[in-house]
C-alpha cells in the first residue's frame, strides 16, 4: 500500500525556519519526482517545490525561492522541505505527493495526509 | 504564470443531478490539465488526466472534457460520496498552478 506520511509541522514566529519531513513506502521512491504542495485555510491548492529523481533538478513556486529548499534521501526513503524566513503567509497545510512527471509536466497521483505549519507570533 | 479560474466555485445539487463544473486557463495548454477530489480534512485525489482521462479506479460517472483554454468536468449523476470540493491544475509550464476549486454541497 502507497504511504506518505509527512511531520515536523507545527507553530512557528515569523522569520523562523522549520523542517518538513515525508517518509514514503509502498513504492521506491528513487524512481519518481517528488513534490510539496500547500493549502492555507480556507483556499485553494498550491504547488510550492518540485524534485527530480536524483535531486539534480528542482523548481520552486516564486513566493519562497530562496527561503525553502526540497531535498530527498532515496536510501532513508524521504522527502524533506527546509523552510527559512517563514512568513504568515506561510501558514497552511503543507502536504507531500509523488508527482508523475513526464518532462516538466506533472501531475500528483498520490498524496500524503498533510501537516500543518502555522506562523504567528 | 498561467491563471486557472473555474466556476461556478460553490455549486448546490441534489443527488441524481447532473452537474458541470468549467475550467477557463489564461493561455493555451492543450490538454495538460488534471482533476482533483479533496473532501474535508483529506489530501486531494487524482480523478482525471489529460483532460479527459479517468484515473484507474474513479467510477465512470466522472467525465473530462476540452482543450485549449476551456475544460469541463462533469458528474453525471451525483452521488453522496461526491460532495467535495474539486479542483483543476495545469502542467502545461511552470509553475504548476491550480484552480481556486469548487464546493459542491447537497441541496
Known amino acids: 500500500e502507497m504511504q506518505l506520511v509527512e511531520s515536523g509541522g507545527g507553530l512557528v514566529q515569523p522569520g523562523g525556519s522549520l523542517r518538513l519531513s515525508c517518509g514514503v513506502s509502498?513504492?521506491?521512491?528513487?524512481?519518481?519526482?517528488m513534490s510539496w504542495v500547500r493549502q492555507a485555510p480556507g483556499k485553494g491548492l498550491e504547488w510550492v517545490a518540485n524534485i527530480k529523481q536524483d535531486g539534480s533538478e528542482k523548481y520552486y513556486v516564486d513566493s519562497v525561492k530562496g527561503r525553502f529548499t526540497i531535498s530527498r534521501d532515496n536510501a532513508k526513503s524521504s522527502l524533506y522541505l527546509q523552510m527559512n524566513s517563514l512568513r504568515a503567509e506561510d501558514t497552511a497545510i503543507y502536504y507531500c505527493?509523488?508527482?508523475?512527471?513526464?518532462?516538466?509536466?506533472?501531475?500528483?497521483?498520490?498524496w500524503g495526509q498533510g501537516i500543518l505549519v502555522t506562523v504567528s507570533s | 504564470d498561467i491563471q486557472l479560474t473555474q466556476s461556478p466555485s460553490f455549486l448546490s445539487a441534489s443527488v441524481g443531478d447532473r452537474v458541470t463544473i468549467t475550467c477557463r486557463a489564461s493561455?493555451?495548454?492543450?490538454?495538460?490539465l488534471v482533476w482533483y477530489q479533496q473532501k474535508p480534512g483529506k489530501a486531494p485525489k487524482l480523478l482525471i488526466y489529460a483532460a479527459s482521462t479517468l484515473q484507474s479506479g474513479v467510477p465512470s460517472r466522472f467525465s473530462g472534457s476540452g482543450s485549449g483554454t476551456e475544460f469541463t468536468l462533469t458528474i453525471s449523476s451525483l452521488q453522496p460520496e461526491d460532495f467535495a470540493t474539486y479542483s483543476c491544475q495545469q502542467l502545461n509550464s511552470y509553475p504548476i498552478t491550480f484552480g481556486q476549486g469548487t464546493r459542491l454541497e447537497i441541496k
Open positions: 509502498g513504492f521506491t521512491l528513487s524512481s519518481y519526482w
Open positions: 505527493a509523488r508527482a508523475d512527471c513526464i518532462s516538466t509536466s506533472c501531475l500528483f497521483d498520490y
Open positions: 493561455e493555451d495548454i492543450d490538454s495538460y
